[in-house]
Every structure is written in structure tokens, then in C-alpha cells.
């Protein structure tokens, strides 16, 4: 490793590279359905006094036992109104969990790197790398690996407690890290690292994560690492004692059916992307090497992430929990792959990026222009009733992401490159670009499709401003759709229906509305973008309501 392969990103590049990553998709868009504006409506009830701090709820119902990140999401509202409004401020926050993420993966691949069984051999004549210079560099390529897998790019900017457990498990693979180097950073780490992924609703990843850490502890040829052991196992018994208090354990195992074991290796090809191949490579190369703490250490963190994701049924969320250790070995890969291997890398991501780019640019023409017609009648298919608006700020964000990317593969393709990073710089770059195009130029209608103001704005001509909606056993997603959009009073309890609320709203599939007794039915409305989804609005009877009083 030559004193030139090892010089670092410059800093300027690599900030606005994980700018690009991490500012697109806050501004100018609703929570998405599902997770994402599940937990913002419980962030959003706490915040407003809706719900209580300790017992999160939406609509009546016991929301998700993560209380931390319930916390965080409703503390950073509460601060930020009404300078700013609730879903920017929630998403502030979960933003800057994710650029602590990504600095946790420098500091645990650069304190990785520092150890004598990662230093490269010194060369004959010398000229090689300084031990701080080639950490550096290293990690600086984890950062980029990190950026460039698939599976963390709209994970990491949604407003879920696994964002939360994502920054706990990168804390604590930084304190496994830094052991030998550090005294006290590490220790408060750990301290720390354990008991908030507990508290975020993640106990048993908090367990099994401390365990294993134990181990790598146990292992270890340092003496500091080795004495390390006693603050990880106690970093432990505080997570365990800490989900006792907040009555956080929750097992949700679901074993895999015959018919997914086929589709879970493809979630692992396609989540980990591009990062996979380079990790297992490393694992080769590096073979000789995995009881070194450079590899126990993330190999800790992924092993913990994939069976978590295999106990949960191929739950993906638990598979990011990976992420960051798969990064740290896709770095390691760099020092040892081939010449051929590098410009395969950058040639695919070239054309890939680039095809992408080129095709939302086309869509983007064709929602403005209405050319190409044909992809301009899909999107009309797809998202009927969406209206097209132009954004001066958004085209040139657009614009000025495309140029940065012309520019930077045709940095990348010079033949005077030799820094140890440029084979991840295309791909984190890519996707980066791809992201940005995505959350500026086809932002309204991805907002439009996955939002649920369309379906709340369809079903507030049937109810009046201070009317109680009861929607029994109905989605968490719908209903914070209802109680943020709408701002009305749901009860969503079982017994919803026998209560005192006006309107029964029921959700289901068939042209045909259930009957019940004692409602009548008032309307019957679909989602925009869901033609088999249907929503029946009924009123009380009068009669059911002058028995009931």
C-alpha cells in the first residue's frame, strides 16, 4: 500500500456527498403510509398531549413498545414548533441519527484499521502508507459503502424506531472499536449503546449483540480489550434491566414458510447490494485473519443482524441493522482487490447510474411536457387525479446533481487515480444522484401515491369538523392518517363500534359494503392509486341511536 493509495476523500467531496444523501426527501412531503406515518402519528399524539409519554397510542390502541424514538421524534416537535412543522422537525431528528450512523462507521472502521493484523506489509524499498493516513482512507470507504447499499436508502430516511436501533448498533460496534485506543469513549459507549437499543425495540438484539460482543471481547490478543469484557457485560445487564422497566420485550419470531426460503437469499442479494460481494471477499482474502478483531467485530454485528432477519421471518428492517458491519468489510476488500475487479465495479456503475438517471429525467419530461406520451399516460395510470407542479428549486437541485455526477465519472474514469477509495466512489455516487432526482424531480408524485392525505381529503365531505370517527381493528397507518390530515378523534378499539362515536369507518376489498346492524351506509370511497382497496363510511342509525340513549 503506497503513500498515494492512502490518502484520504477530501473532506469538502465527501460532506457534499453525504449531503446529497441525507437532505434529499425531508422537505416538500407527507409521512408515508405504513411504518413511516404510523410512527409519526404517535410521535404527533405525544407531542400534542394526545397520548401519554410512557403508553404511546393511537385512536385508543397501544402503539409500538419503542419509546425511545417516540421520545426523540415528539421532544424534537415540541422544540422546533412552530418554526417548523411537525413531520420536517420529526424528520430532523431521525436524519441526524442517520449522519451519526455514518460518522460511527468511520470512527469503528478507523479504529479497526489502526490494528497491527489490518496494517498492510511495509514495502522493500519504502514509500509505504502511514498506519493513521491508510486507517483513514479505509474508513472513508466504509462511508461510501455504507451509502452505496441498496437496502438503507429509504429505510434510513423514514421516521422508525429502527433508524434509532441502526445508530445504537453503530455506537456499539464503535465502542468494540476503539477499545484499545481509547479509555473512557469507549466505555460510555457501550454504556450507552446497549440500553437505548433496548429502550428503541430492540431487547434482544441488545442481548444477543452483547453477547457476541463479550466474546469478541474474550478473544482479543489486547489486554485492554480483554478487560473491555467486564463494561460490555455490564452495558448488558443495564439493557436487560432496562426493558424489565419498560416492559419492552417483545419476541416477534415468525419462521420462515417453505415458499420464502428462496425469497430471503434474494432480499440479502438485493438489501446488501453492492456491499456483499466485496465483504465476502474480504472474508477470503482475510481468510487467516477472522478472529482479529477487524473482522469479529462486524462479523459480531452481521451475523446478529441476518439471523435476527431469519427468525422474524426475512424481516428487512432487522437486516439493516447489519448494514454497518457489512460496510466496515466491504472497506477491508479494497486493499486486496484486483485491477479487473475495480473497473468492473466502475464501469457497471457508470452505465447503471446513469440509465437511472436518464430515466427519471424522461419520466420528469413526461409529467411536465406530456413527452414521451407513453410514459406520461403510465403516470397518469397510475396516479389518476395527480395534478403536475413545477418547482424551480427542485429542477435545479436536479440539475446541478446530474452535472456533479458528469463530473465525477469523469474524475473517476482518468487513469491517474490511485486513492484507495475510488472504486466505491461511483457507486455511493449513484445512488446519491438517483435519490436526489428521485426526491426532486418525481417527489409529487411518489408523495401523491404514497401518502394518505388523497383518501382523508375523499373522506372529509362526509364528516364534519368535531365528529368522532370509531374504525375498529383499522391499520395504524390509517388511522394517523385520520387523526394528522384530518385532525379528528378515532377510536379504533375493537369494540369501537358500540361506543358513542357517529361514523364507522371500515376498510376491505369487493365492490359490495358488509352490512351492519345498526349503521347505515354513506359513502364508499377508494385510495387514488388503489383500485381494489375499498372504504365504506357508515352513520349511526336513528333508530340504533335513539335505543342506545
Same mark, same amino acid.
Given at each position: 500500500?503506497?503513500?498515494?493509495?492512502?490518502?484520504?476523500?477530501?473532506?469538502?467531496?465527501?460532506?457534499?456527498?453525504?449531503?446529497?444523501?441525507?437532505?434529499?426527501?425531508?422537505?416538500?412531503?407527507?409521512?408515508?403510509?405504513?411504518?413511516?406515518?404510523?410512527?409519526?402519528?404517535?410521535?404527533?399524539?405525544?407531542?400534542?398531549?394526545?397520548? @401519554?409519554?410512557?403508553?404511546?397510542?393511537?385512536?385508543?390502541?397501544?402503539?409500538?413498545? =419503542?419509546?425511545?424514538?417516540?421520545?426523540?421524534?415528539?421532544?424534537?416537535?415540541?422544540?422546533?414548533?412552530?418554526?417548523?412543522?411537525?413531520?420536517?422537525?420529526?424528520?430532523?431528528?431521525?436524519?441526524?441519527?442517520?449522519? !451519526?450512523?455514518?460518522?460511527?462507521?468511520?470512527?469503528?472502521? *478507523?479504529?479497526?484499521?489502526?490494528?497491527?493484523? /489490518?496494517?498492510?506489509?511495509?514495502?522493500?524499498?519504502?514509500?509505504?502508507?502511514?498506519? #493513521?493516513? *491508510?486507517?483513514?482512507?479505509?474508513?472513508?470507504?466504509?462511508?461510501?459503502?455504507?451509502?452505496?447499499?441498496?437496502?438503507?436508502?429509504?429505510?434510513?430516511?423514514?421516521?422508525?424506531?429502527?433508524?434509532?436501533?441502526?445508530? &445504537?448498533?453503530?455506537?456499539?460496534?464503535?465502542?468494540? /472499536?476503539?477499545? +484499545?485506543?481509547?479509555?473512557?469513549?469507549?466505555?460510555?459507549?457501550?454504556?450507552?449503546?446497549?440500553?437505548? !437499543?433496548?429502550?428503541?425495540?430492540?431487547?434482544?438484539?441488545?442481548?444477543?449483540?452483547?453477547?457476541?460482543?463479550?466474546?469478541?471481547?474474550?478473544?482479543? @490478543? *489486547?489486554?485492554?480489550?480483554?478487560?473491555?469484557?467486564?463494561? #460490555?457485560?455490564?452495558?448488558?445487564?443495564?439493557?436487560?434491566?432496562?426493558?424489565?422497566?419498560?416492559?419492552?420485550?417483545?419476541?416477534?419470531?415468525?419462521?420462515?414458510?417453505?415458499?420464502?426460503?428462496?425469497?430471503?437469499?434474494?432480499?440479502?442479494?438485493?438489501?446488501?447490494?453492492?456491499?456483499? +460481494?466485496?465483504?465476502?471477499?474480504?472474508?477470503?482474502?482475510?481468510?487467516?485473519?477472522?478472529?482479529?478483531?477487524?473482522?469479529?467485530?462486524?462479523?459480531?454485528?452481521?451475523?446478529?443482524?441476518?439471523?435476527?432477519?431469519?427468525?422474524?421471518?426475512?424481516?428487512?428492517?432487522?437486516?439493516?441493522?447489519?448494514?454497518?458491519?457489512?460496510?466496515?468489510?466491504?472497506?477491508?476488500?479494497?486493499?486486496?482487490?484486483? %485491477?479487473?475487479?475495480?473497473?468492473? $465495479?466502475?464501469?457497471?456503475?457508470?452505465?447503471?447510474?446513469?440509465?437511472?438517471? $436518464?430515466?427519471?429525467?424522461?419520466?420528469?419530461?413526461?409529467?411536465?411536457?406530456?413527452? +414521451?406520451?407513453?410514459?406520461?399516460?403510465?403516470?397518469?395510470?397510475?396516479?389518476?387525479?395527480?395534478?403536475?407542479?413545477?418547482?424551480?428549486?427542485?429542477?435545479?437541485?436536479?440539475?446541478?446533481?446530474?452535472?456533479?455526477?458528469?463530473?465525477?465519472?469523469?474524475?473517476?474514469?482518468?487513469?491517474?487515480?490511485?486513492?484507495?477509495?475510488?472504486?466505491?466512489?461511483?457507486?455511493?455516487?449513484?445512488?446519491?444522484? &438517483?435519490?436526489?432526482?428521485?426526491?426532486?424531480?418525481?417527489? +409529487?408524485?411518489?408523495?401523491?401515491?404514497?401518502?394518505?392525505?388523497?383518501?382523508?381529503?375523499?373522506?372529509?365531505?362526509?364528516?364534519?369538523?368535531?365528529? &368522532?370517527?370509531?374504525?375498529?381493528?383499522?391499520?395504524?397507518?390509517?388511522? =394517523?392518517?385520520?387523526? #394528522?390530515?384530518?385532525?379528528?378523534?378515532?377510536?379504533?378499539?375493537?369494540?369501537?363500534?358500540?361506543?358513542? &362515536?357517529?361514523?364507522?369507518?371500515?376498510?376491505?376489498?369487493?365492490?359490495?359494503?358488509?352490512?351492519?346492524?345498526?349503521?347505515?351506509?354513506?359513502?364508499?370511497?377508494?385510495?387514488?392509486?388503489?383500485?381494489?382497496?375499498?372504504?365504506?363510511? *357508515?352513520? %349511526?342509525?336513528?333508530?340504533?341511536?335513539?335505543?342506545?340513549?
Amino acid at each position: 500500500m503506497t503513500l498515494r493509495a492512502a490518502r484520504r476523500l477530501p473532506r469538502v467531496a465527501l460532506l457534499a456527498l453525504v449531503a446529497a444523501y441525507l437532505l434529499p426527501g425531508l422537505f416538500g412531503r407527507d409521512p408515508w403510509r405504513h411504518a413511516d406515518l404510523s410512527t409519526f402519528g404517535q410521535m404527533l399524539a405525544i407531542a400534542e398531549g394526545r397520548s @401519554g409519554w410512557l403508553a404511546p397510542m393511537l385512536g385508543g390502541v397501544p402503539g409500538d413498545a =419503542a419509546l425511545l424514538p417516540h421520545w426523540l421524534g415528539a421532544g424534537a416537535i415540541l422544540l422546533l414548533s412552530p418554526l417548523v412543522d411537525a413531520p420536517l422537525a420529526a424528520r430532523l431528528a431521525f436524519a441526524a441519527l442517520l449522519a !451519526l450512523t455514518l460518522f460511527l462507521t468511520w470512527a469503528t472502521t *478507523y479504529h479497526l484499521a489502526l490494528t497491527d493484523a /489490518a496494517q498492510p506489509l511495509p514495502l522493500a524499498f519504502g514509500g509505504e502508507a502511514d498506519p #493513521v493516513d *491508510y486507517a483513514r482512507a479505509i474508513a472513508d470507504a466504509s462511508v461510501l459503502a455504507l451509502m452505496a447499499t441498496l437496502g438503507l436508502l429509504q429505510l434510513g430516511h423514514e421516521t422508525t424506531p429502527e433508524l434509532a436501533q441502526l445508530a &445504537c448498533v453503530s455506537l456499539f460496534a464503535y465502542a468494540l /472499536a476503539a477499545a +484499545p485506543f481509547r479509555r473512557w469513549k469507549p466505555r460510555l459507549a457501550v454504556l450507552a449503546a446497549l440500553p437505548l !437499543l433496548a429502550g428503541s425495540g430492540g431487547p434482544t438484539m441488545a442481548l444477543v449483540m452483547g453477547l457476541a460482543g463479550a466474546e469478541v471481547c474474550r478473544r482479543s @490478543g *489486547y489486554p485492554a480489550v480483554r478487560a473491555f469484557m467486564r463494561w #460490555v457485560v455490564g452495558a448488558t445487564a443495564l439493557a436487560v434491566a432496562l426493558s424489565v422497566a419498560l416492559d419492552a420485550w417483545e419476541w416477534r419470531l415468525a419462521a420462515p414458510e417453505w415458499r420464502s426460503l428462496f425469497s430471503i437469499p434474494r432480499q440479502w442479494l438485493w438489501f446488501m447490494w453492492p456491499t456483499w +460481494p466485496l465483504a465476502l471477499w474480504t472474508l477470503w482474502r482475510w481468510r487467516h485473519y477472522v478472529a482479529h478483531r477487524h473482522l469479529a467485530v462486524p462479523l459480531a454485528v452481521i451475523v446478529t443482524a441476518l439471523a435476527a432477519n431469519l427468525a422474524m421471518g426475512g424481516s428487512d428492517r432487522a437486516l439493516m441493522l447489519g448494514l454497518p458491519g457489512l460496510a466496515v468489510l466491504a472497506a477491508f476488500a479494497l486493499p486486496t482487490l484486483q %485491477r479487473s475487479a475495480s473497473a468492473a $465495479i466502475d464501469w457497471f456503475s457508470m452505465f447503471f447510474f446513469s440509465a437511472a438517471a $436518464i430515466t427519471i429525467w424522461v419520466l420528469y419530461s413526461a409529467m411536465q411536457t406530456g413527452t +414521451p406520451s407513453k410514459p406520461a399516460a403510465n403516470i397518469a395510470k397510475l396516479a389518476p387525479g395527480f395534478e403536475p407542479r413545477f418547482s424551480t428549486l427542485a429542477l435545479a437541485a436536479a440539475v446541478l446533481g446530474t452535472l456533479a455526477w458528469l463530473w465525477l465519472v469523469r474524475w473517476r474514469t482518468g487513469r491517474h487515480q490511485e486513492a484507495l477509495w475510488k472504486s466505491l466512489v461511483l457507486p455511493a455516487g449513484g445512488v446519491a444522484l &438517483c435519490w436526489l432526482l428521485t426526491m426532486t424531480l418525481l417527489l +409529487p408524485p411518489l408523495d401523491y401515491a404514497r401518502s394518505n392525505r388523497a383518501l382523508v381529503q375523499r373522506i372529509a365531505p362526509h364528516v364534519q369538523a368535531d365528529e &368522532c370517527i370509531a374504525a375498529p381493528r383499522a391499520a395504524t397507518s390509517l388511522v =394517523a392518517a385520520l387523526e #394528522v390530515f384530518g385532525r379528528w378523534q378515532v377510536d379504533a378499539r375493537s369494540d369501537a363500534a358500540e361506543g358513542s &362515536c357517529g361514523l364507522l369507518l371500515r376498510v376491505g376489498e369487493g365492490t359490495q359494503a358488509p352490512r351492519i346492524a345498526g349503521w347505515t351506509l354513506a359513502a364508499t370511497l377508494t385510495r387514488p392509486t388503489d383500485r381494489k382497496e375499498r372504504t365504506w363510511i *357508515y352513520r %349511526r342509525s336513528l333508530a340504533a341511536g335513539t335505543s342506545a340513549g
